[in-house]
């Protein structure tokens, strides 16, 4: 009976020691055990290696490396004891015979060798076995450990290979130990809801939080190929569901019953009985060069049953139905603003038509000159005038929602009051619409602003009109809308450097100019003058802004007031809510940005 036992050294060089009897003797283990292992190169050759021999009276071994030649020979027949192992070299190959002259199952090998023979005590004669060149085979690493299969990390995890070696760790929202992540969101399979770690507010449930038959979803970005590329916009509409990116419907509207939560292309939607939408992802992704551009009029609520992380920008301004024209309609939760009046317009049949207020709790007055802004957390600036007993000076629209914003009758802003064509032939402007009204929901954890450029939520209400054909001094501007609401819900919320939540309230409009509408990063909510250099402090119509909530009055007889500013909120679960920089306007010295706790869930 004839044993063999393939010996390795390290994860490259390999032996066969064997012999006759059954039996392996130490020597022989000790032997073939070689003097190390050359570098690996291919399967076919082994190098590296020094030359061995080894020969008994019926069997040998023998292995060569570094390009010489061994032999190893028994004379006699029949079965021989096995003679000692040579050792094997440094990757050498080594070719084995026995009492029957055959060799075992042929091992894997590495790297290149020089020639090498074996005989034994049977009727085989010597032979010389096939080599490569023989030589040492140097395999560098690769310099970048992390980018071969991302350095055996989980795809939800970070590699850093700066020290030479692959360290993994789980991204923001994951847990584990790098190379496997768990959480991108719980799926209560026999109790829907019973996972969700804490009580969500504002009309949003822990069924909502429910990750069953929902899909992670990263919203579309330009394509790297375009120069200087606009970001890629998604729209969402509140009142149904429905997203469509650059005419590619993500996820088509929900019919029926919208009170039922209805899952389309793994996203869910409902409706609650005070007309919140709900939209649901297994986990959201809004990417720098994306823009999840939300309509409607309802408010609305993003919910994730995992994480949400937004680098790119979620804009919740009155846009059109459509998504194409800003200020082209109220915002998801948000009222309008009031018409403008005109004087005897020839196209109108030379009938005078009077400005109405905006609408909403806050509403901007209207009435004789300029309009009063609309009010949320801060009030409106009340509008310029002249004013008399008969014709006093118009009001800013009041402050609400100091209590609300953790139920479900939370609002965006109020609109501006539309402003007076008092002059023939002159229309005043419309009154700015309100800011909208959203609250972002996780399961496990948001993160706003870790990217390479700004990124957040704008939810800032519009700038008053322009007043036009203005041929007099009591043709005013429209008065600026309100800022809406930003509610931030998660066990665990993140605010980075670049993280911007902005809701500004908007800039009363002139007969000049019309009030500004704050972008995402600009906190200068500018009235009736824009200010050319920074030495000037004319802030007439200014809306209210960073750590001003209210917005400012308005100047002489065409300047209408500013839009408040309006709320911001984030609750986190435990510990405050990690903010590492980032800009709020409103901002917490000011009363309208504030901190709270998640509701554990009931046991």
């Not at 719980?186 to 929902?214: E, I, M, N, R, Y």
């Not at 409902?270 to 551009?293: C, K």
């Amino acid at each position: 009976m004839r044993a063999c036992q393939l010996l390795c050294c390290g994860f490259v060089a390999c032996a066969w020691a064997c012999a006759s009897d059954g039996h392996l003797s130490p020597s022989a283990l000790q032997s073939a055990a070689g003097n190390g292992a050359g570098g690996a190169a291919d399967s076919n050759d082994a190098g590296g290696g020094s030359d061995s021999s080894g020969a008994g009276g019926g069997s040998g071994s023998s292995g060569a490396g570094n390009g010489s030649s061994s032999a190893d020979a028994g004379e006699g027949e029949g079965e021989g004891e096995a003679g000692t192992a040579g050792h094997v070299g440094s990757g050498g190959e080594p070719s084995m015979s026995g009492a029957s002259g055959t060799a075992p199952t042929e091992p894997v090998n590495t790297g290149t060798a020089g020639d090498s023979s074996a005989a034994g005590g049977s009727d085989q004669q010597p032979h010389a076995s096939d080599a490569g060149a023989a030589g040492v085979i140097s395999v560098e690493p690769p310099s970048d450990p992390c980018a071969i299969d991302h350095g055996g990390c989980s795809a939800n995890a970070t590699c850093d290979g700066s020290s030479g070696q692959a360290a993994c760790t789980c991204n923001f929202g994951w847990t584990g130990t790098g190379r496997t992540c768990t959480n991108d969101g719980p799926t209560c399979k026999g109790a829907p809801g019973s996972c969700v770690p804490f009580t969500p507010t504002g009309g949003v449930s822990a069924l909502d939080l429910d990750g069953d038959h929902l899909l992670p979803f990263t919203l579309p970005v330009a394509d790297a190929g375009t120069a200087n590329p606009s970001p890629k916009v998604t729209v969402l509409d509140a009142d149904t569901g429905g997203m469509v990116s650059d005419g590619v419907v993500l996820r088509p509207p929900s019919t029926g019953d919208r009170s039922v939560r209805d899952v389309q292309n793994g996203i869910g939607y409902r409706q609650t009985d005070t007309n919140i939408g709900i939209v649901t992802f297994r986990s959201l992704v809004v990417p720098a060069g994306a823009t999840l551009r939300i309509v409607g009029k309802r408010p609305v609520a993003v919910a994730s049953a995992g994480t949400l992380v937004v680098t790119g920008l979620i804009d919740v301004r009155p846009w059109s139905r459509d998504g194409a024209t800003l200020c082209g309609g109220t915002a998801p939760g948000g009222f309008a603003g009031g018409a403008a009046g005109s004087y005897g317009l020839v196209s109108h049949g030379g009938m005078a038509y009077a400005a109405s207020p905006g609408s909403g709790p806050g509403a901007g007055p209207a009435g004789h000159g300029p309009a009063g802004g609309a009010g949320h957390a801060g009030v409106g600036g009340p509008g310029g005038c002249s004013a008399s007993a008969s014709n006093p000076c118009n009001a800013g629209g009041v402050a609400y929602d100091i209590a609300s914003l953790g139920t479900d009758q939370f609002h965006g802003g109020s609109g501006g009051g539309g402003g007076e064509g008092a002059s023939p032939q002159c229309t005043g402007g419309a009154g700015g619409n309100g800011g909208g009204a959203i609250r972002l929901v996780a399961a496990s954890a948001i993160e706003i602003g870790g990217g390479a450029t700004e990124g957040g939520v704008n939810a800032s209400g519009c700038g008053g009109g322009k007043a036009t054909n203005p041929t007099g001094s009591w043709c005013a501007g429209g008065g600026g809308g309100a800022g809406g609401a930003i509610v931030v819900e998660s066990p665990r919320v993140q605010i980075d450097a670049l993280g911007i939540l902005n809701a500004s309230g908007g800039g009363g409009g002139s007969d000049s100019r019309p009030g500004s509408t704050p972008e995402i990063a600009s906190f200068a909510s500018y009235g009736c003058f824009v200010p050319m250099f920074m030495a000037q402090t004319d802030r007439s119509g200014n809306g209210g802004a960073a750590n001003q909530l209210a917005g400012n009055a308005g100047s002489g007889t065409t300047c209408s007031g500013g839009g408040g500013a309006g709320w911001i909120r984030i609750n986190s679960g435990g510990a405050a809510p990690a903010i590492n920089g980032g800009s709020f306007s409103p901002t917490s010295a000011s009363g309208g940005f504030t901190i709270g706790a998640t509701v554990a869930a009931s046991p």
